[in-house]
């Protein structure tokens, strides 16, 4: 055991040092354009994209979600692609990139906030691969034990997120994972098309406007935005490393999302994870397809556990990293024991709400009024709260509440009664538009109205 963890300790320091929130140095940056690719890739797919492509049946039609689908893909992975750019260019993670614009001080709110989400999504992510675990246990050993197997995958993607993004994509993801989850999704898909029969001509129930389906897909790009650059500063300069983040992820995200809406068509699948968990296991054939299917979800727990230890530290920069990523693994457990899979939909829409219009803020500072280049001097330097960066954020908040109401029936209503006292439709589905693409551009146009000396 001392010698294997003296290797482990070598392979650690060699390839996945924990640089912290200072720039990744120009000798560590080693991932390609193909090894981001597969990272994004894995990480666009997993249960929990099914679970949410679940959700657009039946209340859309089959070629209705197909589109949603497409749509909220191309757009949602467009800024997922600027911020993994701008974290190659600068060598930082995405919450320090705030810092130029919302001051050093400022960017601790975003990043608490981050942080609250991705130990959510850990616990979520937790909960779905205990229970599938445990599932997978049942049918192929006869054991069952849903705390024994949630105990062992928040080992195993703790673990992982100890090592780094470096280790799980070449020793990880490129040597195994990535051809595990292939094979798997390729047989699921199979047996997926085989059975779906006459379900193409589904005709939808109209419950779900198409825009606000497209906002469905379009969160989960954006629950990444937060994340992209904590990966991509490890991008080999002129790498193509944009472009294999966008097609990867892309991808991957349009296909689970569309298996998600086919499993619900051809089986009449929950939208939760044990339902599309036991309609795989009714198509595909049984525990070990989820078994292999949990290869790929656990990479999903690795990137929350890992930029949840990172986002801390743009608050706390001396706290050990490996330590972080323990403790968030630790919390993550914890809450999973009492997960529910209620209310799964309003959160996303909530991650939505606070990500679209944060980052349309960023985006418009980064690229227009700086033309793509912060440089360490303009991301490091004192400073406090910059104030009026933070207007433009909170009014396309305001705007996507206001076209798709999230959060606790108390806070709905009170805001519902708030814009009927000023005379406005609430919520405002007759736009047509949804509520990410209002929200991103509000914050982005206000974002560049800004005086220059309220961001710089």
């Given at each position: 055991m001392a010698r294997v963890a003296e290797r482990l300790e070598k392979i650690l320091q060699r390839e996945t040092p924990a640089w912290g929130i200072r720039p990744v140095p120009p000798e560590r940056r080693n991932l390609g354009g193909l090894d981001l690719a597969v990272l994004w890739f894995d990480l666009s797919v997993g249960l929990l994209v099914m679970v949410t492509g679940a959700l657009l049946v039946p209340a859309l039609g089959t070629g209705r979600a197909f589109l949603a689908i497409g749509v909220g893909t191309l757009i949602g992975c467009v800024p997922l692609a600027l911020v993994a750019l701008a974290g190659e260019r600068e060598g930082v993670p995405t919450m320090v990139l705030l810092r130029p614009v919302l001051g050093a001080r400022g960017s601790f709110l975003p990043t608490t906030l981050n942080v609250v989400q991705l130990v959510g999504w850990t616990a979520v992510e937790f909960w779905a691969m205990g229970e599938i675990a445990n599932v997978a246990s049942a049918r192929l050993f006869g054991f069952e034990s849903r705390v024994f197997w949630l105990a062992a995958v928040a080992v195993v993607c703790t673990a992982l997120a100890i090592g780094g993004?470096?280790?799980?994509?070449?020793?990880?993801?490129?040597?195994?994972?990535?051809?595990?989850?292939?094979?798997?999704?390729?047989?699921?898909?199979?047996?997926?098309?085989?059975?779906?029969?006459?379900?193409?001509?589904?005709?939808?129930?109209?419950?779900?406007?198409?825009?606000?389906?497209?906002?469905?897909?379009?969160?989960?790009?954006?629950?990444?935005?937060?994340?992209?650059?904590?990966?991509?500063?490890?991008?080999?300069?002129?790498?193509?490393?944009?472009?294999?983040?966008?097609?990867?992820?892309?991808?991957?995200?349009?296909?689970?999302?569309?298996?998600?809406?086919?499993?619900?068509?051809?089986?009449?699948?929950?939208?939760?994870?044990?339902?599309?968990?036991?309609?795989?296991?009714?198509?595909?054939?049984?525990?070990?397809?989820?078994?292999?299917?949990?290869?790929g979800e656990s990479d999903n727990a690795f990137a929350d556990i890992y930029s949840a230890a990172v986002s801390t530290q743009n608050v706390a920069s001396d706290v050990p990293q490996r330590g972080l990523a323990v403790a968030v693994g630790a919390l993550g457990f914890l809450l999973a024991l009492a997960f529910t899979a209620e209310r799964y939909e309003q959160f996303l829409f909530l991650i939505g709400s606070i990500f679209v219009p944060l980052t349309a803020v960023f985006l418009a500072d980064y690229f227009v009024r700086n033309r793509g280049r912060y440089g360490e001097a303009a991301v490091f330097e004192p400073s406090g709260v910059r104030w009026l960066a933070f207007v433009p954020w909170g009014v396309g908040f305001v705007v996507y509440q206001w076209c798709v109401p999230t959060g606790p029936q108390g806070w709905v209503d009170a805001v519902g009664r708030v814009f009927d006292a000023v005379g406005l439709p609430f919520p405002l589905f007759g736009s047509g538009l949804g509520a990410s693409l209002p929200s991103f551009v509000v914050a982005f146009a206000l974002a560049l109205l800004l005086p220059r000396r309220a961001t710089r």
């Open positions: 993004p470096v280790l799980v994509v070449r020793r990880w993801l490129e040597r195994f994972g990535i051809y595990v989850l292939l094979g798997t999704a390729v047989w699921i898909t199979v047996e997926v098309l085989r059975s779906s029969g006459a379900i193409w001509d589904s005709a939808g129930r109209g419950e779900l406007p198409f825009w606000l389906a497209v906002d469905l897909v379009i969160v989960m790009p954006v629950s990444w935005l937060p994340l992209a650059a904590d990966y991509n500063r490890f991008a080999r300069p002129g790498s193509r490393a944009t472009l294999g983040t966008y097609a990867g992820y892309a991808a991957g995200n349009a296909w689970f999302y569309a298996l998600g809406v086919l499993l619900v068509l051809a089986t009449g699948a929950s939208a939760d994870a044990l339902g599309i968990g036991s309609a795989i296991v009714g198509l595909a054939g049984g525990g070990v397809v989820l078994v292999a299917l949990l290869v």
